[in-house]
């Protein structure tokens, strides 16, 4: 296709919010509730292909209420962060994957393809219009939430014909809170999330909605997150709430990173893939192999598994403190971060912030240098 051009419908300077009322709203940014003053927003047609697209001010939308995606749950999203950088400034975090995952997630649901050069120009649109926003604190970040879903209000059971992509973005601090501390997880044996050959490796909106009653049995059994089992035995352990997880396997001097292997059924994580290459970097080996539960206890009991973590875009490197499941609890190590789990969230947050080099070219710059000034520091 030919380069689709976003027309800039930015509010006026003088309609924006204030200094003030920016710090205010910024001061204590929970997750999901800080959203910035525009979106992007395009629309795709049979006829027309990818047409429209804008940065318009936030606001509602308006549905027609037999529209295809709210009845059959043609929806798709994404998140991805933009970071401060110590010089001004603004980069997106491997927005490229994120933009070609988003492409998976529609294929699988009979949506049209956004072209990931078009995604990471929204992303970039959006950002130079909010870029004010992006704060300074290291425990902060701009996170962007990409949504697509079919608008034809048409309600015979096929895939709709006409779509419509919009990109959010909120303030937020890490989704466990600043300092991420040790979180204890529910390893829910009467829920599933996904199955073979279902969406579990796509991030449709229909895969969140049933995950909210396990999300509340965890927290019946003092657990912040859910650890999701397969399918069929719920035996082998695959991912935990929207976060993909590791352990950290000590024998004698050697250390390894071990995490589920992409089978179908887990998110394909680009948190994931980063830490697998971090990992190497920091001279660990990493092996993605299935891990039972029965395993996860076993060894951690007997010191081989000394660490454990989730991981995420929202999650950053989050540790796992205890273990609940039916009938049974455990504490992963001592309860609290272990070295190595350390490790690898100051490895990740330093490639992030660009306190270390960028040696695998994922950082894109959003905003020209011209637009350097007049940040805000929140809190």
Known sequence: MTELAIADRTLPAGDRITDDELRTRCARPAFGRV??????????????????AEVVPYGPLSVDPAMVGLHYGQVVFEGMKAFRHADGHAVLFRPHDHGARFADSARRLAMPELPVDTFVAAARALVRADERWVPFEPARSLYLRPIMFATDPVLALAPGREYRFLLLAMVTENFFGADSPPVSVWASTRYSRAAPGGTGGAKCA???????????EAAE????????????????????????????HVQGEETTLVTPPLTGTLLPGVTRRSL??????????????????DDWQRLTETGAFAEAFACGTAAAV????????EGREWTVGDGTAGPVSARMRTALTDVQRGLVPDRHGWLVNAAPDESKGGFLTFG
Do not use: K
């Open 318 to 325: 989050t540790p796992i403190g205890r273990v609940v499941a």
């Open 276 to 293: 697998l290459t971090l990992a190497r970097d920091e001279g660990f080996r990493v092996e993605e192999r299935p891990v039972a539960l």
């Open 221 to 248: 059994h003092g657990c912040q997150q859910v650890v999701w089992l397969d399918a069929a035995e719920h035996r082998w352990v695959e991912e935990m709430g929207g976060m993909n997880i590791f352990w950290v």
């Open 35 to 52: 959203l910035t003053e525009h979106m992007v927003s395009l629309r795709w047609t049979v006829d027309r292909g990818w047409h429209d």
């Open 206 to 216: 229909g895969n969140y909605a049933p995950a909210f009653l396990a999300q509340q």
